[in-house]
């Protein structure tokens, strides 16, 4: 089965399952596909969806550096991989979408089939 993560780029439009705008892609981190490794598969800004290897500990650090997301759901984040959503409005907390949270991706737009409320919140 393909990761729907590699679908997924830099800018596209995210629209949650009521069909509500939430904000559009800041960046997309791949799955660790053999997570006994201490490097990992990422689609980082600046490398425009190319992958290159990454410590996990650095990964970590600049993925939630300023975001208060408990531990444990950091290390799921990063297992899977997850597309972080630059949210949309001024005070609105950016967000974090999981794959399976993923309904489809199609031309410029990623639908889920989760609320807002229900991704994971950047604080």
């Given at each position: ?65 300023t975001d208060d997301v ?33 309904s489809s991706v ?18």
């Amino acid at each position: 089965m393909t990761n729907i993560l590699n679908k997924v780029r830099e800018g596209m439009r995210v629209v949650d399952a009521q069909g509500d705008e939430i904000g559009t892609v800041e960046w997309v981190k791949m799955s660790d596909e053999d997570p006994t490794t201490p490097e990992t598969e990422t689609a980082t800004p600046g490398t425009s969806g190319a992958r290159r290897a990454v410590d996990l500990t650095d990964l970590i650090a600049d993925a939630f550096r300023t975001d208060d997301v408990p531990e444990t759901l950091q290390g799921r984040l990063l297992r899977e991989g997850f597309v972080r959503v630059d949210a949309k409005g001024l005070f609105a907390a950016d967000r974090y979408i999981l794959p399976d949270q993923i309904s489809s991706v199609s031309n410029e737009r990623v639908t889920l089939n989760a609320s807002r409320d229900e991704l994971v919140r950047s604080e």
